[in-house]
């Protein structure tokens, strides 16, 4: 069985009595509605074929017995990179019933990233599309496959070249050993806090428990619509409630092409949807784009989360739309704070809302770890039902990353009004949110620093209208000073997901230090800024 961090027994007792675990796993979570009398539609795919939940659980049936022929077992990872699509899902749900982790793997993510994930989580299978917005996965997967020894199957949901097909996988459905409720049930990638993403460990009561929650928390039901605009792989669109919240009320699921007004609008009418995940930048997209569609979005709840959320572009999603908004504050690692429903419209467009859980612990401390006073802004520190007790096998970045009591150091910058609603001030960790996608500096810079005409390098966030930030690499040159493309080349060679590109580069003869001699980074992000907005 897998070995991690899992929440101290005295804890467990707690979130079990008060009812938040009730030992249930995620494979089960569509059985009842499979059961049912009438045919119920689950997913509604990209080519608007309609999955029912028989038909998904059937499917997930099959495929699990089919893992575990391939020797796939319990406690077994499998780094899952597919786009949204009822493959994912069907895939997800025979894991969760096998207890095999998915490590869920975001659709742009290259080798660098991949390489690292089947390593860190010494998979044992890696699971692909054939081709997906023009890109061909399978050299992809035939080259993480030669480098990483433990990874033993290729499996393609598609044409699978020189790999397995999934469908050639599925098997009669048998009887499997199933996980236990406190097992790990996937793996989510951290935004990164140093160096390379950390794997997260979401069991099964955690998870469980913030799907009900998060899907009572917005009263979607089974008469609920979700459109899964953003990737499925990532917690917002997953479990807030997302794809396996909808699944677990008995709701629909539609999952779009992309996540533009072209692809989107069309079907919020068709399907009726009433919930749809976005991040800030895709807000104020299908704000530009609405004047142009005819479309009714009064029965639609948005939620936003994810970065700086502008108020001005919040109160439009009401004066333009005609369509509500939940404020969201979420990570990977578990704590979710969001507005409720009946919130006066203030509390729902400046702040992000009060935590999902009564059990939730929030403290806002000073850099010595002392709370500061009421409504001051510190560090965000949180331990509760759904919040890890510890990144998979690092026990060096865990001794940092939590303290003694097992809170988690956010990294964020908050502030509690005296209402008690949190607000997002800023971060002390050394990530760049470009538009909600988190890139880590320091993964960045590692890299960077091998190209021989780099001779230091700091990668800062820069300000931007509509991505709220990008990304920017300060570099002390070696010799001949490169060039921002040469750069952006020498990345991709090294198969760094592009999205972590830097836009921008800055070319200096040395860097600021602060006090104790480290890079200033604070002095290199204002003179960027002064450049880009100045
Ligand atoms: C969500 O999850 P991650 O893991 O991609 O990123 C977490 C980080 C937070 O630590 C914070 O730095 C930032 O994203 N963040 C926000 C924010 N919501 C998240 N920063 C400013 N304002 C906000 N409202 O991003 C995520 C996961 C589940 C639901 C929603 C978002």
Redesign the pocket.
Known sequence: MLDFDGFPEEFARRYREAGYWRGETLGELLRRWAAAPEPRVAIVDDEQRRWTYAELDAWADRLAAGFRALGIDRGDPVVVQLPNSAAFAAVSIALFRLGAPPVFALPNHRRNEIVYLCEAAEAVAYVIPDVHQGFDYRPLAAEVAGRVKTVEHVLVDGDPGEATALRDVEAEPCPLPGPDPADVAFF????GTTGLPKLIPRTHDDYAYQLRATAEGLRHDENSTYLAALPIA???ALG?PGLLGTLLVGGKVVLPPSPSPDDCFDLIEEEAVTLV?LMPPLVLMWLESAGFYDVDFSRLLIQ??????APEVARRIYSELGATLT???????GL?TFTRLDDPLDVIIHT?GRPLCPDDELRVVDDRDRDVPAGAIGELLTRGPYTLRGYYRVPEHNAKAFTADGFLR???LVRFTPEGNMV?EG?I?D?I?RG???VSAGEVEDLLITHPAVREVAVVAMPDKLLGERTCAWVVPRGEAPGLEALRSFLRSQGLADYKLPDRLELTDGFPHTKVGKVDKAELREQVAARVTG
């Open positions: 989510l990638l951290s935004g990532h917690n917002a807030c995940t936003v989360g994810s970065a700086r959320f404020h969201w504050f979420g990570m990977a690692e979710l992000q956010t990294g964020d997002v971060r960790k990530v949110n909600g996608e988190k």
